[in-house]
């Protein structure tokens, strides 16, 4: 039997129920995380944005406690990124994402090798530091500078990567607290057993993991979940679940599995204005991404290694935005109907008031085209 195409637009209304932007959900915190195995928070404060965008009852200030509580941490999983994910799926994601992290590390491994430097020795002896010092976190600097009074043949940023990479390694509070500025300083770090009490476990099957993707990001092609979790050899692993999976085709004819009772709404779903932060679940998630973003917008999204905040219109991406205390504009890719704009600006101001709930309010629009951070 031959699979059903799914359009673009119901492409679109899949992924955004699944990611819960086609509504506001009813839903904890910790249910939406692990639902969405973990939030990308690359910049310290993208987590606030990314749930309030979400949840009917976000409290940012809550959220804030229960993290500074541990009952959620920041650390490098998916893609070798930082993502916020709960304490238990800390533990348990990250083994499977191990090489991932390894894969990261590749360049820094050579230049330890050519210094003939044993990278998980300098690992294990990070992991004691730590340790002898668990009061006091450190940033990967500060660490690279002690290994290197070890391993004065090496250099110091590529020993401290190999702590970052090779060890599970948290960003520890007061950074990503809600106030906190930027972000409470520099990035210290800690490892998961120091801040968490315990190890993360030893499964490192990645089955769990794609069929979780699938419920959160499906309908998928092998090279979507690929791309998002930075795994490799991963169709073997759809192969083994095939029989209790769903196919589709993309328009362009590729593949896709989801999970049989997982929703599909109709392409014609209303899907509301949002606005979402850096690096979103929603934008990375694919390697195919038409289905949030045309392909001649992906290059307005970033400059270098910036990625800018985005918002959607009628379920895709049609400008990116910024926000300076009370004010906040908007950067469309092309001039929009007087209806979406509306519904913006009222998306903008909810926004503002969540963000800046003390400060005067102005939303403003730039010109189609025009980019933050540019004179108009």
């Known amino acids: ?45 993208n987590h606030y944005t990314a749930l309030w965008s979400r949840l009917a009852h976000f409290d940012a200030e809550d959220f804030s406690r229960r993290f500074a509580a541990r009952e959620f941490v920041r650390i490098s999983l998916q893609r070798s990124t930082i993502h916020t994910v709960t304490a238990r799926d800390c533990l348990a994601l990250r083994p499977v994402l191990q090489p991932a992290q390894r894969g990261s590390f590749s360049s820094f491994a050579r230049r330890l090798a050519a210094a003939g430097v044993d990278a998980d020795e300098v690992a294990a002896r990070a992991a004691e530091l730590v340790a002898e010092e668990p009061g006091e976190p450190m940033t990967f600097h500060q660490l690279g500078t002690l290994l290197a009074e070890e391993w004065p043949e090496a250099d110091a940023q590529a020993l401290g990567m190999a702590a970052r990479h090779l060890l599970p390694m948290v960003q520890v509070t007061p950074r990503g607290l809600w106030g906190r500025g930027a972000g409470g300083g520099l990035a210290r770090h800690t490892t998961v057993r120091e801040w968490l009490g315990e190890d993360p476990g030893s499964d490192t ?9 699938l419920a959160a990001f499906g309908p998928a092609s092998v090279k979507d979940v690929q791309m998002w979790s930075g795994l490799t050899r991963l169709r073997e692993v759809v192969e083994r679940h095939r029989d209790a999976l769903v196919t589709f085709r993309d328009p362009d004819g590729v593949e896709l599995y989801d999970l049989p009772e997982a929703p599909r709404p109709s392409p014609e779903a209303e899907a509301p204005a949002r606005f979402l932060p850096e690096y979103d679940n929603v934008f990375l998630g694919h390697k195919d991404r038409t289905r949030v973003i045309r392909d001649e917008d992906k290059g307005r999204t970033w400059e270098g290694n910036r990625q800018f905040p985005v918002f959607l219109s009628d379920g895709f991406v049609e400008g990116t935005w910024q926000r300076d205390g009370g004010t906040l504009t908007l950067f469309p890719f092309r001039v929009l109907s007087p209806a979406a704009r509306g519904a913006l600006e009222r998306e903008a101001g909810a926004l503002l008031a969540f963000h800046a709930p003390d400060t005067p309010h102005d939303v403003c629009w730039a010109g189609a085209g025009q980019r933050p951070g540019r004179a108009p």
């Open 1 to 45: 039997m031959t699979p059903t195409t799914l359009s673009t637009r119901a492409l679109s209304r899949a992924t955004l129920e699944r990611q819960l932007l086609l509504r506001r959900v009813d839903m904890d915190a910790a249910e939406a995380v692990t639902h969405l195995v973990g939030l990308q928070t690359q910049l310290p404060h």
């Open 205 to 213: 099957s990645p089955d769990a993991l794609v069929l979780r993707y």
